[in-house]
């Protein structure tokens, strides 16, 4: 079946305390992107890779750390967590970065709620 | 960067009614639009999308409408169901997937 699956699901942790949300695809897609979603501010993108070894930063990247260094994986890495990166994270993925459309859909995985206290 | 603002932040509508959302952008450049679903604890779900190119798609129930000119599309929704309340989510980017930018959301409510 494909999809996108990210682990944990659910993560209560405290401040500073390094952590990493996995992610991970099956449909050979080159494109992957993390996003974090907050009440009342949609979904914004925290960074995102076009390909093995190149990854950029999105709109809110500060505090977080990503790697590609292999195509199924885009690992979320927070080196020193803190209360105000409590959020539902999402990772997606999809073929290409270059062009949207339908047959270009991106998918979105289950999505992990981390708590910082 | 983009801005894309997203009305009304919440949309409560009877069934059979039909529901309008409406998004504006800033960047000229942006030339793709697509419109996510959300139900309640679920991930977001692309339903219609659309490209610079067309002033209007249609799928089924829904419809998405463009005018470049001035910088808004709008998510028309027909015939509303129960099923259709969810949080939809419209979206701008100019380099596909890469700058694709956000609203804040739309709480859709259809009672029976």
């Known amino acids: 079946e494909a999809q996108v699956t990210q682990n944990p699901r659910y993560l209560i942790t405290v401040t500073g305390k390094k952590l990493t949300v996995t992610c991970s695809q099956n449909?050979?897609?080159?494109?992957m992107s993390w996003y974090r979603q907050d009440p009342g501010l949609g979904l914004r993108q925290i960074y995102y890779s076009m390909n093995v070894e190149v990854t950029d930063k999105g709109d809110v990247p500060e505090g977080y750390k990503v790697s590609r260094k292999e195509k199924r994986n885009f690992p979320l890495i927070l080196e020193s967590p803190s209360p105000n990166q409590t959020s539902l994270y999402f990772c997606?993925?999809?073929?290409?970065?270059?062009?949207?459309?339908?047959?270009?859909?991106?998918?979105f995985g289950p999505g992990t709620r981390l708590t910082v206290l | 960067g983009e801005n894309v603002e997203q009305h009304p932040s919440t949309l409560s509508v009877q069934e059979g009614d039909s529901a309008v959302i409406k998004c504006t952008y800033s960047?000229?450049?942006?030339?793709?639009f697509p419109w996510y679903k959300q139900e309640l604890g679920k991930r977001p779900q692309l339903i219609i999308d659309?490209?610079?190119?067309?002033g209007e798609k249609k799928d089924q129930r829904i419809a998405v409408t463009l005018n470049k000119t001035a910088k808004h599309f709008s998510l028309h929704i027909t015939e509303t169901q129960p099923e259709d309340s969810a949080v939809y989510f419209c979206?701008?980017?100019?380099?596909?997937?890469?700058?694709?930018?956000f609203g804040k959301g739309t709480m859709l409510l259809v009672s029976p």
């Open positions: 449909m050979n897609h080159e494109y």
């Open positions: 960047d000229s450049a942006s030339n793709y």
């Open positions: 979206a701008a980017s100019m380099k596909g997937y890469s700058t694709l930018t």
């Open positions: 659309i490209r610079s190119n067309v």
């Open positions: 997606a993925s999809t073929t290409s970065w270059f062009s949207g459309s339908r047959d270009n859909e991106q998918f």
